[in-house]
């Protein structure tokens, strides 16, 4: 090693040192902990290693209940929210002078706190002893019956989860998309209208593919996000996720770790493991589609 | 096909209440010949996009007609117009392949011009045999030269085989060797189908060398049309005087006293008895002052510039308008070194005299 790659390290070691012990370490311990058999927090010993945890939580119905609601979450609200983004920017970028006017109003959920929504969309959806909610007034005046959307049935649970999940991921993603929409050179759509490209076919055939990475960028992170969902759900149906039915795998991983007196880290690390595996699963499966569709 | 322009107008609204309207182009009233290259020039900003984009029909006029041949297309929306028009940055789709960016405007034609892919293919190919680009069919323009775009761009324009051709400053983007070459490229592929080509530009070389017919424009207003070296040979004002040549033209403050011309102190043209005494400008092309012992002109030497074939003298005058006078001259006239004055003999034909509003002044030994 030369003096100048000495010195490189040198610079370098404050940032390793905290990314080692911030992260790389914790990283670590979470795998070691996951194949660690009944460990105990408090006493920190175990009986033996193997896989018997990712097999208990593999075989737990709660993280089962745990993982079906999060695929739903996610196959319902990625597509969905990129989707009405997408329309949403396009209309925005065709008119130009409301574009100031609805950035703000867009922008709300943005910067408010995810509780307060939260609460605000249970006084929306929830029924009472003395008021069935707003939704629900507004069905009845459609003359449909009322249904409980936070303690009612599993349709009605996972509508009103998946709603709100995408009407918080949309401000950002339209924000991204406006000015993906806005980077686009104005001399592409002159070019296609001097030799009489529809509206559609510019659409498809220059508007899509120029903003292809941007899409699948947020398809991306829209994946990951939606895997990751917690708090949206506890502040609709509060902490008590299994027992409403309503957990997901974030969820499911928080209460092994903090629920029933000390909790069990094992579980709730091998859980967040398999967590892990199927976020980089479909991350992989993801850049693959997009390597052959893209063009940067 | 013949392109007529009558009386165009151009005026954007200004954003704020109150502020003058800018008026892009102001009484364009032009007459372009079927199957010429007219060359549009002008400075930064003078309106030469514009009046393009009025042309192919991006913009319409605020007032004004256009007509190709005898059909009035003023309100006819671009797509029905045969134009075809190559983008300054070409405007190359980049994630399409050189062979569907040129099959593009193909794609779109409906009803009874509609194509087979067969046929789209063969017109694609024989567009881009005409540009000679028939070896890079399925690159992307990424992986394509600067002059190799810019021949896709011109390909793309002429594979519907428009009636007239546009192009805004398509050399722009290219290095000083590529430019010589593709602006000979444009002249051949023009030549070659005979359509009707209107070329932007502000480079007046670029101008010079290919076109058939030039046209000078400046703040929206055209100052002067005609063929290139007419209008080099005769400018109509200190203007295009000024903008026409490389090196540009010498100016000097002038008078006319009783038919004589005043450079300064110096005699430098007299006979001119039909002009009343005035305060004028004078224009001299730097290949117009000849060193001559005997020469009316005195000028001091600041500099000798050797360059290969040409020699310039840089010198100074008391009257000159620019602090860098130049005169290009063969080597064998060349004053000695150390010299630190010259006197030139000064060719009367390239010598123009412009009044004070830059409108040219004619002597009568000329019409
Ligand atoms: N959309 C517009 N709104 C307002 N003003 C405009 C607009 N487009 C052009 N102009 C103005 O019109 C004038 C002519 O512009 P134009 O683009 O035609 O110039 P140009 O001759 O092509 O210049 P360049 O050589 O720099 O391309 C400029 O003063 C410009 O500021
Ligand atoms: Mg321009």
Redesign the pocket.
């Known amino acids: 090693m030369n003096e100048n790659n000495r010195k490189a390290w040198l610079y370098l070691m404050p940032a390793v040192l905290f990314l080692g012990v911030f992260m790389v370490y914790p990283l670590v311990d979470v795998v070691v902990y996951s194949f660690e058999e009944g460990y105990n927090f408090a006493s920190q010993t175990f009986f033996g290693t193997g896989t018997y945890n990712y097999s208990y939580v593999l075989h737990d119905p709660y993280f089962m209940q745990a993982l079906k609601n999060t695929f739903i979450l996610v196959i319902i609200t990625v597509p969905l929210s990129t989707g009405f983004a997408l329309l949403i920017s396009l209309a925005l970028s065709s008119i130009k002078k409301l574009k100031e006017l609805f950035s703000t109003i867009y922008f709300l959920p943005y910067v408010t706190n995810t509780l307060a929504v939260g609460l605000v969309f249970m006084i929306l959806f929830k029924k009472t002893a003395y008021s069935d909610g707003l939704v629900n007034l507004l069905l009845g005046a459609f003359g449909m019956s009322p249904v409980d959307f936070i303690e009612g049935p599993y349709w009605a649970k996972m509508f009103v989860l998946c709603f709100y999940t995408v009407w918080v991921v949309l401000p950002f993603k339209i924000l991204i998309l406006t000015s993906a929409l806005a980077s686009v050179n104005e001399d592409y759509y002159n070019a296609a209208r001097i030799d009489g490209t529809s509206r559609s076919r510019m659409f498809w055939r220059i508007t899509l593919p120029m903003i292809s990475p941007m899409i699948f960028y947020l398809v991306i992170t829209g994946f990951i996000g939606a895997f990751k969902a917690y708090s949206d759900a506890v502040a609709i149906f509060g902490t008590n996720l299994n027992a409403a039915g309503m957990n997901t795998i974030v969820g499911y991983v928080y209460d092994m770790l903090y629920g029933n007196s000390g909790g069990y880290p094992s579980y709730a690390s091998a859980a967040a493991l398999i967590l892990f595996a199927i976020v980089l699963t479909i991350t992989v499966i993801n850049l693959m589609i997009s390597r052959g569709k893209v063009s940067a | 096909m013949k392109v007529v322009l009558d009386h165009l107008f151009m005026r954007?609204p200004s954003r704020k209440k109150g502020d003058p309207d800018?008026v892009?182009v102001s009484d364009f009233d032009l007459e372009i010949p079927d199957g010429l290259l007219v060359g549009l020039l002008?400075p930064?900003?003078?309106?030469?996009?514009?009046t393009l984009n009025l042309i192919c029909g991006l913009l319409t006029p605020s007032s004004g007609r256009i007509f190709f041949g005898d059909e009035d297309v003023t309100s006819l929306p671009p797509e029905h117009r045969g134009v075809g028009l190559v983008f300054q940055n070409y405007a190359l789709y980049p994630h399409l392949t050189v062979k569907k960016n040129i099959m593009f405007p193909l794609e779109n034609l409906k009803g009874d011009k509609k194509m087979t892919r067969r046929e789209m293919e063969e017109k694609a190919l024989e567009a881009a045999r005409l540009v000679q680009i028939e070896d890079y069919m399925d690159r992307r323009p990424a992986e394509l030269s600067g002059g190799q775009q810019q021949r896709v761009a011109i390909a793309r324009a002429l594979v519907k085989r428009p009636g007239v051709l546009l192009l805004d400053?398509p050399l722009s983007n290219l290095d000083a060797r590529l430019r010589l070459q593709t602006r000979e490229e444009i002249r051949r592929i023009q030549k070659e189908t005979g359509i009707t080509t209107i070329f932007v530009t502000?480079d007046q070389e670029e101008a010079m060398s290919i076109t058939d017919m030039i046209v000078v424009m400046e703040d929206g207003i055209i100052r002067q049309t005609g063929k290139p070296q007419e209008v080099y040979d005769d400018p109509a004002n200190l203007f295009v005087a000024k903008f026409l040549g490389t090196p540009a033209i010498n100016v000097f403050s002038g008078q006319i006293r009783s038919g004589a011309l005043y450079a300064g102190e110096d005699i430098i043209a007299d006979g001119l008895d039909g002009i009343s005494d005035r305060k004028v400008s004078v224009a001299i092309r730097p290949e117009a002052l000849v060193p001559d012992p005997d020469g009316p002109f005195r000028c001091g030497i600041s500099a000798l510039e050797v360059m290969g074939r040409d020699c310039s003298i840089v010198f100074t005058h008391p009257s000159g308008t620019s602090p860098a006078l130049r005169a290009i001259v063969g080597s064998e006239l060349l004053p000695g070194e150390g010299e630190k004055t010259v006197r030139f003999r000064i060719k009367p034909s390239k010598m123009f005299i412009f009044g004070e509003d830059g409108e040219r002044i004619r002597t009568e030994e000329r019409p």
């Open positions: 954007f800018t892009a002008g930064s900003g003078c309106g030469k996009s514009t400053e502000h």
